[in-house]
Structure formats: C-alpha cells, structure tokens
C-alpha cells in the first residue's frame, strides 16, 4: 500500500510483551527480537468485517461444503478445535459457528 510504513514500531513494545505475558508468565524478553511487519487483510461481508475467521457453510441436499476464510498462523494453533467444530455441526446438521 502506497504510503505504509512496514518498519517495526519499537513504541509498542510494552504492548507486545503485556499481551504475550497474557498467556505465557515465564517470558525472557531477552529473546524477544523485531522481525518483520505486514498487512493483515479483513473479511467484510455485507459490509460486516470479521476481525477473526469466517465460516461459511452451504448445505443443500446432501452436499455440504465448508469454506474458512481468513485462518493464519494463530489459528492453525488451534486447528484441532476448529476441526471438531466444523465436523460436528456437519455430522450433527447443526449451524456452524
């Protein structure tokens, strides 16, 4: 994008630790380095953005397809979830969240 920095923000790294500690207490920050910065794109959907996965579901007859859009590293994380998730509300004939 014409204009965007893609350099670190070194401003925000007491933001990045906090939410980090969040999750993971024991955290060395002694090996926490910058790496790199890019574009995170959104989902809208009439008009609607969806700042996490989308799950979109077709079903008619017996055909079911299964479209999820939006999965990045931080969901493959919890890809096994995400499988239960799906397979249930096919297996079930449940909405999918």
């Known amino acids: 994008m014409e204009g965007s920095s893609y350099s670190v923000n070194m401003g925000k790294t007491e933001i990045f630790i906090k939410k980090i500690r969040s999750y993971w207490l024991n955290l060395d920050t002694e090996k ?14 009439n008009k609607k953005i969806f700042n996490d996965i989308y799950i979109d579901k077709y079903i008619k007859n017996n055909l079911r397809l299964v479209n999820c859009y939006g999965v990045e590293s931080l969901e493959l994380t919890s890809s096994s979830s ?5 397979s249930e509300g096919i297996l079930n004939g449940r909405n999918i969240k």
Do not use: T
């Open 32 to 45: 926490i380095d910058p790496d790199y910065v890019g574009l995170r794109p959104k989902i809208q959907i």
């Open 82 to 86: 995400l499988a239960k998730e799906i």
